[in-house]
């Protein structure tokens, strides 16, 4: 799916203590723009959607390295 991603788990902080997450992103714009093209998105749309997706999986990375080492 382009432009959505949930990302759960469970993270063991510096401190020693076991936090929970859930993680939802997501760029509805981007999304409705997408659907609006049609059913089958063409090769220059799927490379946008895999842009899109890897700078949401390094906003989860940084975000996750910054609770481990704030909690």
């Known amino acids: ?11 063991h902080a510096a401190s020693g203590r076991r936090l929970v ?11 409705r723009r997408l659907d609006a093209l049609g059913p089958e998105p063409g090769e220059e749309e799927r490379e946008r959607g895999e842009a899109w997706l890897e700078r949401a ?7 996750l390295k910054r609770w481990a080492s704030a909690f």
Not at 57 to 63: F, I, N, P, Q, Y
């Open 57 to 63: 999986r390094d906003l989860e990375r940084a975000l």
């Open 21 to 31: 997450f859930a993680l939802f992103t997501s760029d509805l714009d981007e999304r």
């Open 1 to 11: 799916m382009y432009y959505g991603r949930g990302l759960a788990g469970y993270l």
